[in-house]
């Protein structure tokens, strides 16, 4: 009688017949190095094979990366196990990776991305204690496009190697802003795109404000974790975000407004834990349009720099992550009755009047309305003749612009 095979085993059989052809196929003929030394240079996007033996314990591949981007590496190995490793030109190890056996398909089959700047590297396939046999891979490459070019010469890793961005509010191009007003232009931006790579941990890029106002940042991550961070010229941290991770879309999408008084500052993009990837990125800038411009120096943050206003006329300011007060003097030619006005784009602010001799005379922690979005207050308050000072302080870390007036 004709005995009939198992549907299961007649597939499982298929598979390894299958598995077992893809190994012994033609592929790029080779003799690969044992050493970094003597390395066999190959191509992305081609196929290659060996064998480890108790004589043959490593074999040893050149590659180099025309830009920063993305390996991706598929490999099949008819033994229990088997070592991957890729190490940059002195020698260091970047990555390795001990894939595990499958008992099904009697095979090791591996597909894995890693990440890393321009350069020359090379990808080692080595013998796991005492297993040997037949392996065949295959490297492909994805460019990450990155705006500003990085090599293992530690590329823009620093405060001081940082990437310059295109400066803003004058950021367009003059024909692009013909006709335009100047808040229009002030609101253009540019597209930025960086990896971090597991031999690239951080991108730093310097932008400027030529005045004080709002960034708006908005960026896209194609790894789980990312930080993005903002230090002023002298390397101090002013804000940090480590946004999370979106299972749907599978990326990290962050939109942030960050308020700065006018200066130089740097972006900074690092890697959380291990995680690596593409990023994009870009920032647009709207003026506070404050009536007395602020640096970084602190123009007007106590008493004794107090700008000084006129009674009657209405005045701009912005309350910043990194000006926190500003002060304001004017002076009352007799005693009379004032009313003070104030509306701020912020959730929460103190408002404080102090007189000569710096004694609170009035103060107001006014209450945001969902309704209109702001801050609005009327204060109507009898102050003899003499001078005065009135203060504007940030509540918490709620930051914004605002517009204030003192007069009958």
């Known amino acids: 009688m004709k005995r009939i095979m198992n549907n299961k085993k007649a597939s499982a059989a298929i598979v390894i017949l299958s598995l077992m052809m893809v190994l012994i ?6 003799a690969a190095g044992n050493s970094i030394f003597d390395a066999e240079q190959i191509r992305f996007a081609e196929s290659y094979n060996g064998n480890l033996s108790d004589t043959n314990e490593s074999d040893f591949y050149e590659i180099t990366t025309p830009s920063s981007g ?15 490793s890729i190490y940059d030109v002195d020698g260091n190890q970047l990555w390795q990776i001990n894939p595990s056996w499958n008992e099904t398909t009697g095979m090791i089959s591996t597909n894995e991305y890693v990440d890393l700047v321009k350069g020359t590297y090379y990808f080692v396939v080595q013998k796991d204690g005492s297993n040997t046999g037949d392996y065949k891979f295959s490297l492909n490459f994805t460019d990450s496009e990155e705006s500003f070019e990085e090599t293992m010469l530690d590329t823009n890793n620093s405060l001081l190697l940082a990437s310059v961005l295109k400066s803003f509010p004058e950021n367009a191009d003059p024909e692009e802003s013909s006709g335009s007003t100047n808040k229009e232009i002030s609101v253009r931006s540019y597209e930025y795109n960086g990896q971090l790579a597991i031999n690239d941990s951080k991108d730093f890029y310097e932008f400027t404000m030529s005045s004080s106002g709002r960034v708006l940042f908005t960026a896209a991550a194609e790894m789980k974790w990312i930080y993005y961070t903002i230090y002023d010229m002298n390397g101090n941290q002013l804000w940090q975000i480590n946004p999370s991770w979106n299972e749907t879309s599978e990326i990290i999408a962050t939109s942030e407004s960050i308020d700065l008084i006018q200066g130089i500052y740097y972006l900074a993009i690092t890697a959380d834990g291990n995680c690596t990837g593409d990023y994009s990125f870009s920032m647009q800038f709207v003026s506070s349009d404050e009536s007395f411009s602020e640096n970084a120096a602190g123009s007007n943050n106590d008493i004794y720099s107090a700008d000084t206003v006129e009674y009657g006329y209405s005045y701009k300011g912005q309350i910043a992550i990194n000006d926190e007060k500003d002060f304001y003097i004017f002076e009352m030619p007799s005693s009379d009755s004032v009313t003070i006005n104030l509306r701020a784009n912020m959730e929460w602010i103190y408002c404080t009047l102090y007189d000569a001799s710096a004694n609170q005379v009035w103060s107001s922690n006014p209450s945001w309305n969902d309704v ?4 609005t207050v009327q204060e109507q308050i009898d102050l003899s003749q003499g001078t005065y000072y009135f203060c504007i302080s940030r509540d918490g870390n709620r930051t914004g612009d605002y517009e204030f007036s003192i007069g009958s």
């Not at 993305?70 to 070592?83: H, Q, T, V, Y």
């Open 372 to 375: 209109s979005e702001r801050i």
């Open 70 to 84: 993305r390996i991706e590496l598929n490999a099949m190995a008819g033994m229990k196990w088997i070592n991957y």
């Open 25 to 30: 196929m033609p592929c790029a003929g080779m």
